[in-house]
């Protein structure tokens, strides 16, 4: 099995973001469903496009250019695409975090023995 | 300006974004939303760029490129065992050549220059305050000028030909 690359926090919403827009993935729709899954945090525009070219150079993600479109000045969009290795990234991180979850849900805080986390189900 | 700016690989994507986020909302802030936008995202793509680019042997060849130029130049234009010895002039050739090589990398986040000479801008006024404050030797810093970027480029078009030739043995 190749070894994937890991991600970090942000790095996980951009490729689950562009996962879930499918073809319709480039820089603003990016950006607005990252600020959505990172809510109450804002998130720049800036932070965005330099987490895209940190996974595009991961291998995590691949990029191209549409045709000029009129309503945008005359100018492209750059598409992304979430990979193979990116795939197998944000599964293994989605996976991490499934077993973090199953883990705290045992622990038991105060004398009522509530389970942890049981208020944000 | 804003296309100014940005490095030549994104302008396009970058500015139409910019525009797309300028025309929704309110019409009566848009522009002011865009120079807020631009204030805030154009130096993260080109610190992203820059960071992108940034091989950290050949920023090794572009120091050694540099301090040997400064070197030369201290020898040819002003008493050199002087400025080496009692004004700490090794230290002070030091920094001016790490800050030549960072100039150096951002400008080669431009690439392809074409249209965009911007940071030999910077690096000739560099150079003319290093050798003109020092030395008050003016051909001195055309020399630095002309000599450092010629020499870096140099060392980059050997490290490119020398990193692409040892990736194809290492493919084929």
Not at chain 1, 63 to 72: C, F, G, N, Q, V
Request: proline content about 4%; charged content about 25%; glycine content about 8%.
């Amino acid at each position: 099995m190749p070894k994937s690359e890991s991600c970090g926090q942000f790095e996980q919403l951009v490729l689950t973001s562009i996962l879930t827009l499918g073809e319709q993935a480039y820089g603003i729709p990016i950006h607005k469903k990252v600020q959505q899954l990172s809510k109450p945090k804002s998130v720049t525009l800036g932070a965005v496009y330099v987490t895209l070219d940190r996974l595009e150079n991961k291998g995590l993600v691949h990029s191209w250019l549409s045709d000029p479109t009129p309503e945008r000045g005359g100018r492209s969009k750059r598409y992304y695409r979430v990979e193979a290795a990116g795939e197998r990234a944000l599964r293994e991180s989605a996976a991490t975090a499934r077993r973090m979850w199953d883990a705290l849900s045992e622990v038991t805080i105060g004398r009522h023995g509530r389970k942890w986390g049981e208020a944000w189900k | 300006m804003v296309r100014w700016l940005l490095p030549s690989a994104c302008v396009e994507h970058v500015l139409g974004d910019l525009q797309e986020r300028m025309l929704e909302g309110d019409p009566r802030s848009a522009p002011r939303r865009y120079i807020l936008d631009a204030l805030v995202t154009v130096p993260s793509v080109i610190f992203s760029r820059v960071v992108r680019g940034v091989d950290l042997r050949l920023a090794g060849l572009y120091l050694a490129a540099q301090g040997v130029i400064f070197l030369v130049l201290t020898f040819l234009c002003f008493d050199a065992p002087r400025f080496l010895q009692t004004a700490r002039g090794l230290e002070r050739i030091l920094c001016f050549a790490i800050a030549a090589v960072a100039l150096r990398l951002i400008q080669d986040a431009y690439r392809p220059l074409a249209g965009a000479p911007k940071f030999i801008l910077f690096m000739a006024a560099f150079n003319v305050y290093f050798y003109f404050g020092e030395s008050h030797h003016f051909l001195g810093a055309i020399w630095a000028i002309v000599f450092g970027d010629v020499l870096m480029t140099k060392a980059r078009r050997i490290f490119e030909k020398h990193v692409s030739g040892r990736q194809d043995r290492r493919t084929s």
